[in-house]
């Protein structure tokens, strides 16, 4: 689930990835590499305007590390570069990034990017747990996540003998990380609205310190807010006494122990009444759990299954029995298309290939990505029993 600022998608002029495919127009044609003031000047001149070395470095070294290889200092060269030329390695690197269990298919791909090359109204239902911030998911912080150092992940010691997962410090969030994630959910949903039908859900896992924000930039870009989904699980963060003073303060909780998550719930606009929406493309509504039961906005849950890290070693897997519930809501008749443009280890596709629903899977982190075509086929195949637990 990883998440980079665009610096061509927040400008209006300029439409998505536009600096990346001139900074690969120039590279292809220098085999030898260029220098950075080098791919700045002709960027520029290719576009028509002046273009900040900022936005080039961010692709060079942040946003598109899979496209180009530092060779020396301040040069660069497309990665993978060889004798039968750039088309074949796009077209190799196009068909490697696929993969298909079932009814689900998953996408190596930034997420912005892969929306803007979709079809417009041919997403039905979004279900996804983004990063609640940019700063835990770049290339930096997950090298230090997966070596268990850390960074702005806090990896919590083991209790009673078991293993707890790694929880972002949201705390340490600066403003300009805030800012960033403004802009970045804010385009994110530009780019959602084009794909989506009307009256399609899309339903946002957050947190409490910050699905504010997610939730402002959501509906500045023009989604309907429906509320919030409640999934009422016990975790292990807050609930702890001040730090170095615990002895003196030991009756304060510097913050209450969470015992929910708040999923966003939003919606692109309808076309006409909610009947007209559901006749003509099948959403506009939450597919109830029986003829006697709605779908509710409070869902009872438990933290994932030692069982289930096993089959998806992620640090934000959420368990099958709570995804499965979700996923079957978003479509209201039981057809169409569930997206999850953070797909992770693939656990939202999963929960829809277990209940009988087609789905598509965005993840950019290539180490996600080759866990997701493992755990896919290995969530999906859970007992249908777990639907009901808890």
Known sequence: MMLYFHPDIAMTRRRPGQVRDAIVQVLERSQHGALVGEVCEQVSQLIGEAVPASSVRSYLRLNTPELFARTDRGQYVLAGFDDRGPAAKSQVATEAAQYRFGRARLVQADCIEWLAQQPRKSIHAVVTDPPYGLVEYTEAEQKKLRAGRGGVWRIPPSFDGAKRSPLPRFTVLKATDLDALDRFFHDWARALLEVLVPGANVVVASNPLLSHR??????????????????????????????????????????????????????????????????????????????????????????????????????????????????????????????????????????????????????????????????IPRLAELPTAISQAR
């Open 214 to 375: 997610v939730s402002n930039a959501l509906a500045r870009a023009g989604l309907e807010r429906r509320g919030e989904l409640v999934r009422l699980v016990m975790t292990m963060r807050g609930g702890d006494r001040p730090k170095h003073a615990h002895v003196e303060f030991d009756d304060v909780s510097v913050m209450p122990r969470s015992m929910w998550e708040p999923w966003l719930l939003f919606r692109r606009p309808l076309e006409g009444r909610v009947q007209d929406n559901l006749r003509r493309w099948g959403t506009g509504g939450f597919r109830r759990i029986s003829a006697d039961k709605p779908f509710g906005d409070v869902i009872a849950s438990a933290p994932t299954r030692t069982s289930e890290r096993k089959l998806a070693d992620h640090p934000s897997l959420k368990p099958q029995a709570f995804l499965r519930q979700l996923v079957r809501g978003a479509l209201p008749l039981g057809q169409g298309v569930v997206l999850d443009p953070f797909a992770g280890s693939g656990s939202t596709l999963a929960a829809a290939e277990a209940v009988g629903y087609e789905s598509t899977g965005v993840e950019r982190d290539a180490g996600y990505f080759a866990l997701a075509m493992q755990a």
